[in-house]
């Protein structure tokens, strides 16, 4: 059974950065990180193929966040840079692209608030 574990958030100033990890990714699959704003259908925020070669975001943060993966350490990242109030959100790592969704892990809340 996979386990997706995420860790990271916490509290920063807008135009702050933080860098999210997700423990459990394995490396057969594209992974995505999501996120859920309070009163908000979760949504997908960057994806990353299988080997790394491709990378993909959402037009909101698009310039300001870097995802990578490390598959010898099942990790992938989250790099969030120039932090926004409208960024806060609860993140989550999972799979993307039609793969099998895993059971989804208990988040990382990132707050951007002055």
């Known amino acids: 059974q996979v386990q997706l574990v995420e860790s990271g958030g916490g509290l920063v100033q807008p135009g702050g950065s933080l860098r999210l990890s997700c423990a459990g990714s394995?490396?057969?699959?594209?992974m995505g990180w999501y996120r859920q704003a309070p009163g908000k259908q979760r949504e997908l925020v960057a994806d990353?193929?299988?080997?790394?070669?491709?990378?993909n975001y959402a037009d909101s943060v698009k310039g300001r966040f870097t995802i990578s993966r490390n598959n010898a350490k099942n990790t992938v990242y989250l790099q969030m840079n120039s932090l926004r109030p409208e960024d806060t959100a609860v993140y989550y790592c999972?799979?993307?692209?039609?793969?099998?969704?895993?059971?989804w892990g208990q988040g990382t809340l990132v707050t951007v608030s002055s």
């Open positions: 990353i193929s299988s080997g790394g070669a491709w990378t």
């Open positions: 999972n799979r993307a692209r039609g793969g099998p969704l895993a059971p």
């Open positions: 394995g490396s057969n699959y594209v």
